[in-house]
C-alpha cells in the first residue's frame, strides 16, 4: 500500500509522523512523508522518503512578526493576513506531492487541511490524525488551543465548536475556490477537516495520539476516534553521546533538563540569566537544550552543561526533572520516563498540558514563559523534589511505557486500507 503523510509545523509536529510512517514501513507499506523544509534528514535517517514542501518552518518561527505573533493575539492577526499566500501555496505543493506519489492512503496533521480534498480528487482515503485533542468537539474539557479553564460540559463543547468556526472562517473560501480551481471538484457537502474521507462516504476512524494516562477518552466521542498513545520516536538505539555530557552526568546528582524546543525566546540572554539564576538558588544542576534559540549556547560552567539537542529518549532518564514549553511531545516524553514536569508554556496547546500535567500531581503550577522569574522557577525546582510527585510521575510513566502507540495507529490504517 503506498502511504502519503501530511503535516506542517515545527519538531513536535514531525517527530511523531516519522514514528508512524516507520511503524507502516515495517509492515510493509511504502510511505512518503511531506513537511516543511528542513526536516529531510531526520525523515530519511529513518528509512522513510521524504518530499519537503515549499517553506522552511524553523526560518519562519525565528522570523521577527512571527515571534510577536506567538505572544501577541493583535500581532497573530497581522501574521495570519501576511501568511495568505503560504497558505495557499501550501495547498498547490501538497497536491503536487499527492499527484507524483499517487497515495492509497494519506494520513494528515489537521495543519494539511486540504488532505480530505485531496483524497476526494484522487479517489483515496485520508485519515485525520492529531496530537491535540482539539478539534473533535467534547464536554469532558474545554479546547486545548483556547486559553480557558473547564467550563462545564456545555460550555466546553461551545468552546471547541467556537474554534472550528473560526479555522472555518479562515479557511473554506480559499478551499472551496482551490477545490473549483485546481482540483476540479464542486463544492465539498460540509468544511470538516477533521472528518477525513473515504470512497463512498464510508466511516474513517480519527486516530488521537496522545495518552488516555494523561488526558481520559471523552465518552461522548464516537466509536472513530481512536486514542492510541503518543507516537514516540526512539533515537537513542545508535546515538553516540558526545564525551562533555558524559562526563558531565557522571559528575554528580541527575541533573535538571531545561530545553524549550522550537519556541524562540523572545530574549535569549535573559532567559539564560534566569534559569541559572534559578539553578543556583534550588542547588541543582542543570542540562540546557539550546533548541531553535530559546537558550545561550555560551552558558557551560561546572553546574551546567549545554546542548544543542540530544534524544530525550536517551536524555530524559539521566535526569531528575524537565523543564520545558509544554509542547505535547516533550510533554508526553517527560511523563514517559517518570520524571516530574515543570512546563513554562508560551502559547496554543502548552498551557493546556501544563494543566494536564499539574492536575495529574506530575508537576507544580504551569509558569507561563513571558512572566518567568528566577524565584518563581527556583521553588518550582525545589517543588519537584517531593517524594510524591516522584512516585506520581513515576505511575504514570509506566502507565505511558504500556500503551500500543504508533503500533495501534498503524493497525488501524490498515484496517481501513483493507476495506477500500
Not at 480551481?181 to 463544492?187: D, E, I, K, S, V
Not at 470512497?199 to 488516555?212: E, I, M, T, W
Not at 498551557?351 to 522569574?373: D, I, S, Y
Amino acid at each position: 500500500m503506498n502511504v502519503l503523510i501530511l503535516t506542517f509545523g515545527s519538531r513536535g509536529d514531525v517527530q511523531p509522523y516519522i514514528a508512524l510512517g516507520k511503524t507502516l514501513e515495517a509492515r510493509g507499506h511504502d510511505v512518503t512523508l511531506s513537511t516543511g523544509q528542513g526536516f529531510e534528514t531526520d525523515i530519511e535517517a529513518h528509512g522513510l522518503r521524504a518530499a519537503p514542501l515549499s517553506v522552511d518552518v524553523r526560518a519562519l518561527l525565528q522570523a521577527p512578526e512571527m515571534q510577536q505573533a506567538l505572544r501577541s493575539i493583535s500581532a497573530r492577526l497581522r501574521a495570519y493576513r501576511a501568511s495568505r499566500g503560504m497558505a495557499r501555496r501550501l495547498l498547490d505543493d501538497m497536491w503536487a506531492v499527492a499527484r507524483e506519489h499517487k497515495p492509497d492512503v494519506i494520513v494528515y496533521h489537521i495543519k494539511a487541511y486540504a488532505a480530505p480534498d485531496i483524497a476526494e480528487a484522487l479517489q483515496a482515503v485520508a485519515v485525520p490524525s492529531f496530537q491535540i485533542p482539539g478539534f473533535v468537539p467534547t464536554g469532558a474539557f474545554p479546547s486545548p488551543l483556547l486559553p480557558v479553564p473547564d467550563l462545564g460540559a456545555f460550555a466546553n463543547r461551545l468552546s471547541h465548536k467556537a474554534l472550528l468556526g473560526i479555522m472555518r472562517l479562515a479557511s473554506s473560501r480559499m478551499i472551496k475556490a482551490w477545490r473549483r480551481a485546481t482540483l476540479g471538484l464542486g463544492p465539498a457537502k460540509r468544511w470538516a477537516p477533521y472528518a477525513g474521507f473515504a470512497p463512498g462516504g464510508r466511516a474513517v476512524d480519527r486516530l488521537h495520539g496522545y495518552s488516555r494516562h494523561v488526558l481520559p477518552m471523552p465518552t461522548d466521542w464516537g466509536a472513530e476516534d481512536r486514542v492510541t498513545g503518543y507516537w514516540f520516536l526512539d533515537q537513542a538505539t545508535g546515538w553516540e553521546p558526545p564525551q562533555p555530557l558524559l562526563r558531565f552526568l557522571d559528575q554528580g546528582p541527575p541533573p535538571v533538563y531545561v530545553g524549550f524546543g522550537s519556541m524562540p525566546a523572545e530574549d535569549g540572554e535573559r532567559l539564560t540569566r534566569l534559569v541559572l539564576d534559578a539553578l543556583e538558588r534550588s542547588g541543582q544542576r542543570g542540562v540546557l537544550a539550546t533548541g531553535w534559540g530559546g537558550l545561550d549556547a555560551t552558558a557551560n560552567s561546572d553546574r551546567v552543561h549545554v546542548l544543542d539537542r540530544a534524544p530525550h529518549d536517551w536524555l530524559f532518564p539521566r535526569c531528575a526533572a524537565v523543564v520545558h514549553h509544554g509542547g505535547a511531545g516533550t510533554t508526553h516524553e517527560g511523563l514517559r520516563w517518570g520524571r516530574p514536569s515543570i512546563i513554562c508554556p508560551v502559547f496554543g496547546d502548552q498551557p493546556f498540558w501544563g494543566r494536564r500535567v499539574m492536575e495529574l500531581g506530575a508537576g507544580p503550577t504551569p509558569l507561563p514563559q513571558k512572566r518567568l522569574t528566577a524565584e518563581g522557577l527556583a521553588a518550582a525546582l525545589e517543588a519537584v523534589k517531593s517524594p510524591a510527585m516522584a512516585s506520581r510521575a513515576a505511575e504514570i510513566g509506566a502507565a505511558i511505557r504500556e500503551e500500543p502507540g504508533a503500533e495501534a495507529a498503524a493497525a488501524a490504517i490498515d484496517a481501513l486500507a483493507a476495506a477500500r
